[in-house]
């Protein structure tokens, strides 16, 4: 997602869309939805990720 972006000024708007693609991600990866309303902190819990 960053590759040749050493350079590049990080503004809040940019780490907000990282974190929402990460979360896409691991939802993705066990097949939940946003509607299942299950809490990010628990999908991290069970991914392992901190």
Not at 9 to 38: G, N
């Amino acid at each position: 997602m960053l590759y040749g972006a050493e350079y590049w000024l990080v503004k809040t708007s940019h780490i907000q869309k990282k974190k929402v693609a990460e979360m896409r991600m691991l939802r993705w990866m066990y097949e939940h939805t946003r509607r299942d309303r299950i809490r990010n902190d628990d999908i991290r819990d069970r991914v392992g990720v901190a």
